[in-house]
């Protein structure tokens, strides 16, 4: 099934090189998640081929601009195209404010509902769920009330093994009990027991979002094993000093995090204007976790093995 990360924007504060502010998109089964939204990500969205109208969850980590300025924009371009059906918003508290204000001073009645669902950047809860994934709030360490986001994908059904159900002419009403972990009753009585008539499901897979904040292993827990990690590396390690008094990593730490938590995958973002280049960055992170990407805008990473 699919699951997998799409990157719209991977810059820092400022625009630069052609990159943009923070977005990401997440696919699972067809379902987008929209996590958060810097200026130009409907552009990106156009560019990539996301379908806006898609779109009925969006999660912004915290109220700094570049992680959510593009977002008035989408909820107005939703409207523009006639969205009906609701639009929930997680996000941290004031952001419902803020959005109210441009629609009041902008005399827009929606023809859709917004759901605003506040944020606690105090402790981590789950905020989702629906069939297949459920998410939870990452406790980030940023100069404001910041959160992170842990998608995990519910585990799975028992696999039935297809040539037992002809060997034993089980119908449907039956496999549903079997993937269920039941046991298999012949006629005669005879009992078949459900490890000789199933495979166990895949492993659930999982990506976390950690946004902006400065090292910290406090999350190293909840992200324990995951399969793919996005943390910012906003700046060189050179710049460590530069990192902590803004309240941001290096891409070293954030590779030091992976390597840490002992995810399979990490991927660096928020790049900081001053680098051009980004090699520095990723040459950096890989001394301390190899399997490092960089979150190249336009590219889509596979979370685990479908």
């Known amino acids: 099934m699919q699951f997998e990360v799409t990157i719209l924007?991977?810059?820092?504060?400022?625009?630069?090189?052609?990159?943009?502010?923070?977005?990401q998109v997440l696919t699972y089964n067809g379902n987008s998640f929209l996590i958060d939204c810097g200026e130009g990500t409907q552009l990106q969205m156009n560019r990539y081929n996301i379908k806006r109208g898609r779109l009925d969850n969006i999660f912004i980590s915290h109220l700094h601009g570049d992680h959510y300025f593009g977002l008035m924009g989408l909820i107005s371009s939703l409207n523009l195209n006639y969205r009906t059906h609701p639009l929930n918003i997680f996000g941290?508290?004031?952001?419902?404010?803020?959005?109210n204000a441009h629609l009041k001073w902008g005399k827009t009645e929606l023809r859709y509902k917004i759901n605003f669902h506040q944020l606690s950047a105090d402790i981590p809860v789950q905020?989702?769920?629906?069939?297949?994934?459920?998410?939870?709030?990452?406790?980030l360490q940023h100069r404001l009330p910041t959160t992170?986001?842990?998608?995990?994908?519910?585990?799975?059904?028992?696999?039935?093994?297809?040539?037992?159900?002809?060997?034993?002419?089980?119908?449907?009403k039956d496999i549903v009990k079997i993937k269920d972990g039941g046991d298999f009753i012949?006629?005669?009585?005879?009992?078949?027991?459900?490890?000789?008539?199933?495979?166990?499901?895949k492993p659930p897979r999982s990506y976390a979002y950690c946004s902006d904040t400065v090292y910290t292993e406090t999350f190293l827990p909840q992200i324990a094993s995951i399969d793919l990690l996005y943390?910012?590396?906003?700046?060189a390690h050179e710049h460590t000093a530069r990192a902590a008094e803004t309240m941001h990593s290096t891409a070293k730490q954030a590779a030091i995090i992976a390597s840490k938590a002992n995810v399979?995958?990490?991927l660096i973002g928020h790049f900081s204007?001053?680098?051009?280049?980004?090699?520095?960055?990723?040459?950096?992170?890989?001394?301390e976790f190899l399997n490092t990407s960089l979150a190249i805008e336009g590219e889509t990473f596979q979370v685990g093995l479908p």
């Open 9 to 23: 924007g991977s810059n820092g504060a400022i625009p630069a090189y052609n990159r943009h502010p923070t977005a």
């Open 92 to 99: 941290p508290e004031g952001l419902d404010e803020i959005i």
């Open 127 to 139: 905020v989702y769920e629906d069939e297949f994934l459920t998410v939870e709030t990452i406790i």
């Open 148 to 172: 992170g986001f842990l998608f995990r994908e519910k585990k799975g059904q028992l696999n039935i093994i297809r040539e037992k159900i002809q060997e034993y002419r089980i119908e449907v």
């Open 186 to 201: 012949l006629p005669d009585g005879k009992i078949i027991p459900n490890k000789e008539l199933t495979h166990k499901p």
């Open 231 to 235: 943390h910012e590396g906003t700046f």
């Open 264 to 266: 399979k995958q990490l």
């Open 273 to 287: 204007a001053r680098y051009e280049d980004l090699n520095i960055l990723l040459s950096e992170a890989k001394t």
